[in-house]
């Protein structure tokens, strides 16, 4: 299983994943061209990939739905309510072969099954994914709103995860956004911070290989606060990666007996 963060954060956020033959996307937040110079430099043509997978609405998320779609002719696969949203707040454009599914759903592609988990973020309809090629799981769980009932069981099945890890709660609380944008961050609806992720690897067992940290914010944290906040509740226990918003990221392989 081959895993490239291509950018994440609230600049915009997609994710290559190749498992069992089959090359998949999830979200489109970047647009058609940085995706494909972005795969090419990994070695990837973007028209190889079978089929674009939306997790909710957000513009970080789907604002290169229709461009890559139609550019790249790659089904998208989303939710009727999470597209009706998107089109509301973004320019889609015709949108010429959509799949629908229902949040909690399992999509499969040939051997490649892909769970769909209900998450709490303030979206319509959003959803975290679990790829799963029958040896191994990987979690793509951002934007989740807090750590709800069942996360860290969820996560206690993966071999690899790309968490979110968005802020830190002391550069959140003296930063200069203002207080309401504070509360909907931290609140139920919003994103959890470094130390909530740090707490949920904690108890997610001994299964996982490898954890990326993701959709880090701009103003509110670093890739150093992030990862030494993992550190001091993670040791050396974990390999851990962090998910750049500036370009790609390639984050590891994943296979039997294998990490680099």
């Known amino acids: 299983m081959r895993v490239i963060a291509l950018q994440s954060g609230s600049n915009g956020?997609?994710?290559?994943?190749?498992?069992?033959?089959?090359?998949?996307?999830?979200?489109?937040?970047i647009s058609g061209m940085t995706a494909q110079q972005r795969l090419q430099g990994c070695g990837?043509?973007?028209?190889?990939?079978?089929?674009?997978?939306?997790?909710?609405?957000h513009g970080d998320h789907v604002r290169g739905?229709?461009?890559?779609?139609?550019?790249?002719?790659?089904?998208?696969?989303?939710?009727?309510?999470?597209?009706?949203?998107?089109?509301?707040?973004?320019?889609?454009?015709?949108l010429k072969d959509i799949r629908h599914f229902e949040a909690g759903a399992t999509l499969r592609f040939d051997a490649l099954a892909i769970e769909t988990i209900r998450t709490p973020h303030d979206a319509v309809d959003g959803v975290g994914f679990?790829?799963?090629d029958g040896q191994t799981r990987l979690g793509i769980l951002?934007?989740?709103?807090?750590?709800?009932?069942?996360?860290?069981?969820?996560v206690s099945t993966l071999d690899a995860v790309i968490i979110e890890s968005n802020y830190d709660p002391q550069m959140l609380a003296k930063s200069s956004y203002p207080e309401p944008l504070k509360q909907r961050i931290r609140g139920p609806g919003g994103h959890i911070s470094n130390i909530e992720s740090a707490e949920l690897l904690a108890e997610s067992g001994k299964r996982l290989r490898w954890a990326c940290l993701a959709h880090l914010s701009e103003h509110n944290n670093t890739p150093d606060v992030a990862r030494a906040?993992?550190?001091?509740?993670?040791?050396?226990?974990?390999?851990?990666?962090?998910?750049?918003?500036?370009?790609a990221t390639e984050v590891g392989r994943v296979a039997e007996q294998m990490l680099f």
């Open 13 to 29: 956020n997609c994710i290559f994943v190749e498992a069992a033959g089959v090359r998949l996307l999830f979200d489109a937040g």
């Open 44 to 57: 990837v043509d973007i028209r190889t990939v079978k089929a674009l997978l939306i997790s909710h609405d």
């Open 65 to 94: 739905m229709g461009v890559v779609h139609r550019q790249y002719k790659i089904p998208i696969h989303i939710t009727p309510s999470t597209l009706a949203a998107a089109s509301r707040f973004n320019r889609m454009g015709k």
């Open 130 to 132: 679990v790829i799963d």
């Open 142 to 154: 951002t934007d989740l709103g807090h750590v709800f009932a069942g996360l860290a069981e969820v």
């Open 229 to 247: 906040t993992h550190e001091r509740v993670l040791g050396d226990s974990l390999p851990l990666f962090v998910a750049s918003r500036y370009g």
